[in-house]
């Protein structure tokens, strides 16, 4: 269970039910049509789930909410994720749908997800972006880009999973990725699925794995590397071609 606070910034929040009809006809028409008008600038929520160390925060633009349900669409969107109340996460983009009976959140049009661990920052964009509260998983199956101080990678999807001790875990699916700087010492690689584990200087490949740097090509069924040292640090049934 959870307990979700809400803090609603600016116009005072409405929830009326106004009726209308045309007062040329009957009653006995039935001519009568039910609206819900709620809106809201500059909304903000808090978002505590017990039990846990996570909070989240969410504000928009504004915010509408077009039936008596639980669901706001909103402008402008930004969601922060936190852990034992320091910053872990935050998501903007131009539209998005708050759920809250289903405890989901999907952004969409230019979805800017970024993730901080220590030192490190990374950065994924996306049409859109589904984030499950419930289960504190975020997840796409549209293209995909990841981009960090190293290197940049693109995927048909991607899963974000956070742990109990707050370690992300990213899984991309049809993966690609290659280092920043382009010479003849950068590396090149692609999988099926390729994992990241935050934080941390190391790739799991797995499935048709391949990596590429100088002129060598190592591909193998899984495949660990560090993207830091540019050091192959485990493989399974591997094959190195030299060119």
Partial sequence: MKRISFILLGF???????F???SNSSFLDKDIKQTLFTSVS?????????NTKDSFELHSL?????ENKGVF???EPIFRSNWENKFKSSASSVYAILDLGEERLLMTNNVHLTI?????KIDLFSEKINFDMRNKNFRSKNQVQMRSASFRLNSNGFDLYQNLDGVNELIFSKAAFEENNASKNSFYGEADLIIYK?????????????????????SAEEIEFNFKTKKIISSKRSKIIKS
């Fill in 12 to 18: 005072v929040f409405l929830g009326l039910y106004l």
């Fill in 20 to 22: 209308t009809y045309n």
């Fill in 42 to 50: 500059k909304p903000s929520w808090k978002i505590d789930i017990q």
């Fill in 62 to 66: 504004t915010a509408r909410q077009e």
């Fill in 73 to 75: 669409l909103l402008d």
């Fill in 116 to 120: 901080t661990e220590k030192d490190e």
């Fill in 198 to 218: 935050s934080p941390s200087e190391t790739f799991t490949l797995k499935g048709s794995a391949e990596i590429k740097f100088e002129s060598t090509l190592i």
